[in-house]
């Protein structure tokens, strides 16, 4: 099976990865104490129903703990839900995520494309809502969008989720990002899961809190039929010990994702802004990653290879051509030597 995701370091051994898009300064110190203080009770199974790190994001994120259901990463929790409902058809704006396609596929699902456009930076644009029609079961959107790092705008998510509680489609928001915009709350959609049946809101410790090791996502959502039809089709044990003690010590670290929240926004617009002065094409982000648009003879992801640095190379993603590649935003020194490497290709250019 080839892997079509960034992180690859099992590859690529010893080199700067700018193609996994995870909070730069990695696992804290407190984290990795509660999740090294676990592995004590790895000879107990862990609890099926997570039930102390639902208890902690209830009274983080006033949800009921019956509205959230934990999983072993949002993928997890896409491929359950998925395997739950066994939706007919499906809309995807693309490009996204590709786990919604590969989940979709593997229950046989038709798959409509909505693709977004370049020239309109990627958003999701008023027209969306005409392709909601009654004929279509459920939908993903992700935002901020990957591999864009675009939120969509919320009153047209607003209307988007009204349309579909009218056609009875199901609407499935990623926003395994949001933590990293610069004003999360106003592009979240939480306080729309109590009264919409409907929605459903996938989230991660993996990126912001740089756990992809662990797998640790959550969902949210207020259809209590579909919560435990997602249980019965999914194994018992989704969620490791490990990684439950892990999340309930990362939800204690509001200020290190605020300071990570704007250490990202500075360092991704000195990044941007660099990206624009040696005539690289890329999409404005709002996220900790930045998507470009650079063609030269050969393949860019294989140039940085041979320099030591691996970025992702995005046209596998559906809605995407070659010549598009996303670049994580990591700490300064190392945003510096990628931006160094690519300031002499664009020179030789």
């Known amino acids: 099976m080839r892997y079509g995701h960034g992180g690859d370091l099992y590859t690529y051994n010893g080199i700067l990865d700018f193609s996994a898009n995870i909070n730069p300064f990695g696992p ?62 499906a809309l995807l704006a693309v490009p996204a995520f590709s786990e919604y396609e590969q989940a979709l596929r593997a229950v046989g699902c038709e798959i409509v494309y909505d693709y977004l456009e370049a020239g309109e930076q990627f958003a999701v644009q008023d027209n969306y809502l005409e392709r909601l029609t009654r004929d279509i079961d459920i939908i993903f959107l992700c935002s901020p969008n990957n591999p864009t790092g675009r939120t969509i705008r919320r009153d047209l998510l607003v209307r988007i989720l009204e349309q579909c509680e009218r056609s009875r489609i199901r609407v499935v928001v990623d926003e395994c990002f949001n933590e990293f915009l610069e004003q999360p709350e106003q592009a979240t959609m939480q306080a729309y899961v109590a009264e919409h049946s409907r929605l459903i809101l996938l989230r991660a410790f993996t990126k912001i809190h740089a756990m992809p090791g662990l797998r640790l996502g959550y969902m949210l959502c207020s259809d209590e039929q579909l919560m435990e039809n997602i249980q019965a089709a999914r194994q018992p044990w989704s969620v490791s010990g490990i990684a439950q003690a892990a999340g309930i010590a990362a939800l ?54 041979n320099r030591g640095i691996l970025i992702r190379d995005c046209q596998n993603y559906a809605g995407l051509s070659k010549g598009y590649y996303r670049i994580a935003v990591k700490r300064r020194e190392e945003n510096e030597k990628l931006l160094g490497v690519l300031r002499e290709i664009s020179r030789k250019g």
């Open 28 to 89: 804290s110190e407190y984290v990795m104490e509660a999740a090294c203080g676990a592995v004590r009770e790895m000879g107990c199974y862990p609890d099926s129903q997570c039930r102390d790190l639902r208890k902690k994001l209830e009274m983080k994120l006033k949800i009921p703990q019956g509205q959230i259901l934990c999983g072993n990463g949002a993928a997890d929790l896409i491929f359950s839900l998925v395997f739950a409902e066994k939706p007919k058809r």
């Open 252 to 305: 204690d670290e509001d200020g290190r994702v605020l300071d990570t929240r704007r250490y990202v926004a500075e360092e991704r617009r000195k990044m941007e802004t660099e990206l624009g002065k040696m005539g690289i094409e890329y999409i404005p982000s709002e996220a900790n990653y930045i998507l470009l648009h650079m063609e030269q003879d050969g393949s860019l992801f294989e140039t940085m290879l």
